[in-house]
């Protein structure tokens, strides 16, 4: 059964931390990794990934996907308190819908 | 350029009772997905919409059920409500078969 697993579950920094957030997967037909942050309802696209050992980076926010390993992280450098929400990694395989993990929970203190 | 509408924001029903749930897509996308989110977890695919037919569908049971009109806009219905169908449930829509899903703001549904 395909699945994707997050980590940590949650996390609590200061700002200007750096945060790692972890995704693994195992999927058959794997098609794309997606993440997204949800703060209070709607998911808001991040990332979507492909193709492995490509960095994709936006602002202070970047994620990279290996393949081999089937892993993918997230990567938030000097953070600040509107970084704080639930980070949400998801699969494609080669049928439509998108499968997430539970997320990961950032909260950064001032 | 108009995001993913959902309505309504909050809803509250009793158990037994039906529930629908509408959805409009981002500009220019024709497929829709549902989604449920329960607390703490992450969400769920329920079914997805595309030319107004149900393409694929998630491990949901019959009182889970949708229709796509002509303009993409969609539907969510679900009859027979139990205290478990609590959660927040999320409309996406993307452009045919892309892999980009966009959400919208979501229902808070409460089954009391």
């Known amino acids: 059964e395909d699945k994707v697993v997050q980590s940590p579950l949650s996390l609590v920094v200061h700002e200007g931390d750096t945060v790692t957030l972890n995704c693994s997967y195992e999927?058959?037909?794997?098609?794309?990794l997606l993440w997204y942050k949800q703060e209070k309802k709607a998911p808001t696209f991040l990332f979507m990934l492909?193709?492995?050992?490509i960095e994709k980076k936006s602002g202070r926010l970047s994620s990279i996907l290996d393949k081999k390993e089937l892993f993918s992280i997230l990567n938030i450098t000097a953070t600040q308190t509107g970084d704080s929400a639930v980070y949400l990694c998801?699969?494609?395989?080669?049928?439509?819908?998108?499968?997430f993990g539970a997320g990961t929970t950032v909260t950064v203190r001032a | 350029d108009a995001g993913v509408t959902q309505s309504p924001t909050h809803l509250i029903k009793t158990r037994g009772q039906q529930v629908t749930l509408r959805c409009s897509p981002k500009?220019?996308?024709?497929?829709v997905s549902w989604y449920q989110q329960a607390l703490g977890q992450g969400p769920q695919f329920i079914f997805q919409?595309?030319?107004?037919?149900?393409?694929q569908r998630g491990n949901f049971p019959d009182r889970f059920s949708g229709h796509q009109f002509p303009n993409y806009s969609s539907e969510l219905n679900v009859n027979a409500l139990l205290l478990g169908d609590s959660a927040l449930y999320l409309c996406?829509?993307?452009?045919?078969?892309?892999?980009?899903?966009?959400f919208g703001p979501g229902t808070r549904l409460t089954v009391l």
């Open positions: 996406a829509s993307t452009l045919g078969s892309t892999d980009t899903q966009y």
């Open positions: 999927v058959t037909n794997f098609r794309s």
């Open positions: 492909t193709s492995s050992g």
């Open positions: 998801a699969f494609r395989s080669n049928d439509y819908k998108l499968s």
């Open positions: 500009s220019g996308h024709d497929t």
């Open positions: 919409y595309y030319e107004e037919e149900e393409r």
